[in-house]
């Protein structure tokens, strides 16, 4: 079966703009989790849908959002976007959340902000 | 910040020699992960372990979980040089869809 797909692989934008990057999960996946991934944190969790609605948020400030669809593909969105904000964005797909059950991730988002 | 150590940071070994690296965390578990990432794409789950279990395997692959200790340790056996990668324990966090990475243990494999 298909894997987990971002959209798009790599990214540059300017400091002040938004970003919307998407997530297409395994077929018949609910859940949807995100993650940020710098060298200095590390792998850090965004925020996690389970059927269109958000579960669990991480310790990210509000310019950092997510939707997930009816069919369970997922986005985030960044606005306002400063330099730290350049990162490795990670997207996870699994049956029931992540925590308990296998993770299935994508290949990731580069995201650059000049 | 994560919570989680993992050691060593990096580790570089011969092919065919076995890898260890080691896991601890700071509160109680349901299950700990182990993920391998290869130089910056997405992350690979290898084992997952619940907190009722010692030890399980994969191939290759060993892990071990001290619940008593807060620490979970990976093996690899007779090392590739496509085990070059990085390696990464995660915890659950008690909330649903949350995992709790480690900093990650680099390593190289030469052959």
């Known amino acids: 079966k298909a894997g987990v797909t971002q959209t798009p692989r790599y990214l540059i934008k300017t400091r002040g703009q938004q970003v919307t990057l998407s997530c297409s999960p395994i077929s018949g996946h609910r859940s949807v989790s995100w993650y940020q991934q710098t060298p200095g944190q590390g792998l850090q969790f965004l925020f996690e849908?389970?059927?269109?609605?958000?579960?669990n948020k991480g310790n990210f400030p509000g310019r950092f959002s997510g939707r997930q669809f009816s069919n369970s593909r997922s986005e985030m969105n960044v606005s306002t976007l400063e330099l730290g904000d350049s990162a490795l964005y990670l997207c996870?797909?699994?049956?029931?959340?992540?925590?308990?059950?296998?993770?299935?991730f994508g290949q990731g988002t580069r995201l650059t902000v000049v | 910040s994560q919570q989680g150590e993992e050691d060593p940071q990096a580790l570089s070994i011969q092919e065919g020699e076995n890898a260890t690296m080691n896991c601890s965390y700071k509160?109680?578990?349901?299950?700990l992960q182990w993920y391998r990432q290869n130089s910056g794409r997405g992350l690979v789950h290898l084992i997952l372990?619940?907190?009722?279990?010692r030890e399980k395997h994969s191939g290759r692959l060993r892990v071990t979980l001290d619940t008593s200790k807060k620490s979970s340790s990976l093996l690899i056996t007779a090392s590739r040089a496509a085990d070059t990668a990085s390696y990464f324990c995660a915890r659950d966090s008690g909330n649903t869809g949350k995992l709790i990475f480690g900093q990650g243990t680099t390593l190289q494999v030469k052959p």
């Open positions: 849908y389970f059927s269109e609605t958000q579960r």
């Open positions: 996870a797909s699994s049956l029931g959340g992540g925590g308990n059950t296998e993770a299935f």
């Open positions: 372990i619940r907190s009722n279990e």
């Open positions: 509160t109680s578990i349901n299950n």
